[in-house]
């Protein structure tokens, strides 16, 4: 019976240490959990989430975050204090536009590894995205799903962004909530310089605006012009498309014309996480993490 009892503690603990929950915490059987890292993350487009809600989040996104950079290469550059502009160009020595591979890439190299969590710390999965500080290095944890490239490009180089500029202080985290306005015009100084950092990676310029030449435009139309575009613009056909929709807040026909300008639809954290599986060095992870964090993305890690 003792040994029973340790086992299933000891069960539980493991588990506590993955959550970011407060080991002595989940022996009340008939409390709530502690999050050992509930006030360590700040909240953009806060709507509906409870104190609950954030602290599960936060310290989830925490310890995640701390255990996926145990199992990463280090940095081949600093990514702090490098602009997106030198980002951009970096790419475009071999690249025609930037892609999101292409910033996952730079991620990576940059010593942050990025992840799309397949398990959520909540009922609610409104978070898009997550830029988390540990020590003095950096994870991006993506959690909004898309079928086409250009939403999550954009919410990773926005979460890169908080990183570059200095947001995401040593051992906190930025919660960024899915919302489809720039913050370009926000009071919100740190999410308005994110959004400008992201547009000028991916378009080069940090303010762009697509509008239509005349009011008689449809999905099959924005599609032909984002891809006749892109080449001369130097930018992906459907980070064009989603400016568009930015610009006019027209999201039925831009995110309409996805379908137009990619050949093919597919659940882009397969992408995310193929990197991840690749980068991640499993020899340098816990023993006990192998299982989890193959629940977290969705994949089984090499061996």
């Known amino acids: 019976m ?86 951009r160009h970096s790419i475009l020595r071999s690249q025609v536009y930037v892609r999101l591979q292409d910033v996952i890439a730079i991620a990576w190299a940059a010593g942050i590894p990025v992840a799309h969590l397949r398990v959520f710390p909540a009922e609610r999965k409104r978070m898009a995205a997550m830029a988390v500080g540990a020590g003095n290095s950096h994870a991006i944890l993506l959690a909004r799903d898309s079928m086409y490239p250009p939403h999550i490009a954009f919410y990773l180089c926005h979460e890169l962004g908080h990183i570059a500029l200095g947001h995401v202080h040593k051992d906190r985290a930025i919660v960024d909530m899915d919302s489809q306005q720039l913050s370009i015009e926000s009071q919100d100084e740190e999410e308005a310089a994110a959004d400008r950092f992201a547009l000028e990676l991916l378009t ?76 991640l060095l499993t020899d340098e992870l816990p023993s006990d993490a192998r299982t989890f964090l193959e629940a977290v993305l969705g994949m089984a890690l090499h061996t």
């Open 2 to 87: 003792i040994h029973r009892r340790s086992a299933r503690l000891e069960a539980r603990f493991s588990v506590a240490r993955k959550l970011g929950i407060d080991a002595r915490s989940v022996v009340d059987e008939e409390g709530e959990p502690r999050f050992i890292w509930r006030d360590e993350g700040r909240f953009k487009h806060l709507t509906v989430e409870s104190e609950l809600e954030q602290a599960a989040i936060s310290s989830y996104g925490r310890s995640l975050a701390t255990l996926l950079i145990k199992g990463t290469h280090p940095p081949e550059y600093s990514l702090p204090h490098t602009t997106a502009s030198a980002l």
């Open 204 to 279: 080069g310029d940090p303010d762009l605006r697509v509008l239509p030449s005349g009011r008689d435009y449809n999905a099959p139309g924005l599609a032909r012009a984002v891809l006749e575009a892109s080449r001369a613009l130097q930018t992906e056909p459907g980070t064009l498309a989603l400016c568009f929709g930015y610009s006019t807040q027209n999201w039925a026909v831009a995110n309409s014309s996805m379908r137009f300008i990619y050949s093919n639809a597919s659940p882009v954290w397969e992408s995310v996480n193929s990197v991840a599986v690749s980068q």
